[in-house]
């Protein structure tokens, strides 16, 4: 399954390329990789696509990755990367940044914000996983900073100066891929890195807490540990993520849910499979928002929705006898 | 062989007190059945027994080093099957019975040919087998309390505590797994389980433990412990209990305060 889904991304990542406002064919394409052919095309190949191209890699990878974790973490499979309200906080760090301005004095301010944002969110939860075991107080914690974060997007919304400046972060969290550069790749990478390798550290006490925490526990899995790994994991990669792309939504919702049935449906065995399905995804989300003729290119926030829905509702319904 | 041994454990919830001043001493080779009503404090004991609970004060030693669920080392030698297992996901049973061999995995590796073995087996003393590709989701109660055994078979762990494993299962299933205990306890294991199917435990434990707010009523051979005092006395029931086809057999007959007595009160 892993090497299928591989095999995808590959070819998406390279469709990817190709794909913009700019035709570009295959031997532009290996003209641009081997340095000689149009310096315009070079620029265009390396310096607009291959960022966008990795980024949505990057993103896409995270958001399935952290998707998957927190459903077997939570043993609910509607947990998202947003039920800890990392991507909120980070949200709101990104919308604190355009809204004083600071995004215009220079690009990485709000990236920068934004990753502050979610490690702020992420104080609370560790504060109370210190004193609690249950996932379920987790949750609420989660709900409650997630829904303190939203109303402080609210807030900066409805105290914009003008409709311009409420415009510019409405279309921020949106979510898009559009205009990034290699200085956005190298402040993603390090947290997704980062994020990701927390995240897959622990894939079999996942799968002892099929069994609960009880369980788990008599199983040697130290959940403390488990779970203070899991929220830096979640609260540093996605915090990366949502720095370069704004909000996506519902990619580390489905995946995790269309892959489960190929797999022997333990929680270890979607991560990787996850992790690379969202990189997949995301990749022909941004590729598609990209063929979609419109004045404005499409948002990848809206566009994940729109289309994640349809597929996640009828893969639902077919699979409900095991819920 | 192993031995467990709780000293003076006492053990609370908040400012409630569940255990008091507990000590028992356990032996491998047996099998021991913690019997009493409901919120006696069974299934505390049974938790403080595998390392789950802090105790207040008191210890609760396996051989010669106190108990914690913490790490693999003891992972290895103990393999709890909770109240109520539920199973969160729909793995096959094959993959749940593996789960037993957590424990027993080097970080990131594959299953061993080792664990592969001791799966085979668990499955093969519950009974299992032919379930090994169907998920636990869509099993029977009986198919599913047999998958969940052999999970704690596939430990191979020397201490085994199961909390009420025979809970909703009909009267052939409930042989069938008592069996099962009777047999780990017989190949030298300690096997301990709470109870509440009294003709159960008088048939197939060697030891009886009786507790009943929190403290032990009465411990020792089922014969002794499960007397029609000591019945009366915990369960607020009249029981007959006599033998049949050589087998002890208890059943209660009524409750022993007349009914309306409560309100009468």
């Known amino acids: 399954m892993t090497i299928a889904l591989v095999a995808m991304l590959l070819m998406l990542a390279g469709a990817s390329l190709l794909t913009g406002p700019t035709r570009l064919d295959s031997a532009d394409f290996i003209n641009g990789i081997v340095g000689s052919g149009d310096p315009i095309f070079r620029a265009i190949l390396l310096e607009l696509r291959l960022p966008r191209a990795l980024l949505a890699l990057l993103v896409g990878g995270i958001l399935g990755l952290a998707g998957a974790v927190l459903q077997g973490y939570l043993r609910n499979p509607l947990a998202d990367p947003s039920i800890l309200g990392t991507s909120n906080a980070a949200a709101l760090g990104a919308v604190i940044a355009l809204y004083f301005g600071f995004a215009q004095a220079h690009p990485l301010a709000l990236p920068a914000f934004a990753i502050a944002g979610a490690v702020i969110g992420l104080l609370p939860l560790l504060l109370l996983a210190g004193r609690s075991e249950s996932a379920l107080s987790l949750i609420l914690a989660g709900v409650a900073v997630g829904t303190l974060a939203g109303a402080g997007i609210s807030l900066a919304l409805n105290l914009a100066p003008n409709p311009f400046a409420a415009v510019e972060i409405m279309s921020w969290l949106m979510g898009s891929l559009e205009d990034r550069s290699f200085q956005h790749v190298w402040l993603a990478l390090p947290c997704i890195t980062v994020g990701a390798a927390l995240l897959l550290w622990d894939g079999r006490a996942l799968d002892a807490l099929t069994l609960g925490e009880d369980a788990a526990r008599t199983l040697g899995v130290d959940l403390r540990a488990v779970r203070f790994r899991i929220l830096l994991g979640v609260a540093i990669g996605i915090g990366g993520a949502v720095a370069v792309s704004g909000a996506i939504g519902f990619v580390g919702l489905i995946v995790p849910h269309l892959l489960r049935p190929l797999s022997d449906r333990s929680p270890s065995s979607i991560l990787l499979p996850s992790a690379v399905g969202g990189a997949v995804l995301l990749s022909a989300a941004d590729i598609t928002v990209r063929l979609i003729p419109a004045d404005t290119e499409l948002r990848l926030g809206v566009l994940t929705a729109m289309l994640g829905v349809p597929v996640f509702l009828y893969h639902l319904v077919r699979e409900r006898r095991l819920w | ?265």
């Open chain 2, 1 to 265: 062989m192993v031995n467990l041994v709780a000293s003076k454990l006492c053990i609370s919830f908040g400012s409630r007190a569940i255990l008091h001043d507990i000590d028992l001493e356990l032996e491998g080779g047996s099998l021991t059945s913690i019997i009493g009503p409901n919120g006696a404090g069974k299934s505390t004991l049974a938790r403080a027994l595998c390392g789950l609970l802090v105790p207040d004060s008191g210890a609760v030693r396996l051989g010669d080093v106190a108990i914690e669920a913490r790490g693999k080392t003891m992972a290895r030698r103990i393999a709890y099957l909770p109240q109520g297992q539920t199973v969160h996901w729909p793995v096959s049973v094959e993959r749940l019975v593996a789960l037993g061999r957590l424990p027993h995995l080097a970080p990131f590796s594959r299953l061993a040919a080792t664990d592969r073995e001791a799966i085979e087996r668990a499955m093969k003393s519950a009974d299992v087998l032919s379930l090994r590709d169907r998920p636990v989701t869509e099993l029977s109660g009986g198919e599913r309390a047999r998958a969940l055994i052999g999970r704690m078979l596939a430990a191979e762990a020397e201490l085994l505590i199961a909390d009420e494993p025979l809970a909703a299962l009909d009267p052939g299933h409930q042989l069938h797994l008592m069996e099962l205990l009777r047999k780990q306890a017989d190949q030298g294991r300690l096997v301990v389980s709470v109870l509440h199917e009294l003709t159960m435990a008088a048939r197939f434990s060697d030891r009886v433990v009786l507790i009943d707010e929190g403290r032990i009523v009465a411990d020792g051979k089922p014969q002794t412990v499960l007397t029609p005092e000591n019945l009366e006395r915990c369960y607020d029931v009249r029981a007959w209990s006599g033998v049949i086809e050589g087998f002890p057999v208890i059943v209660p007959i009524s409750r022993s305060s007349p009914p309306g007595a409560e309100n009468a009160r």
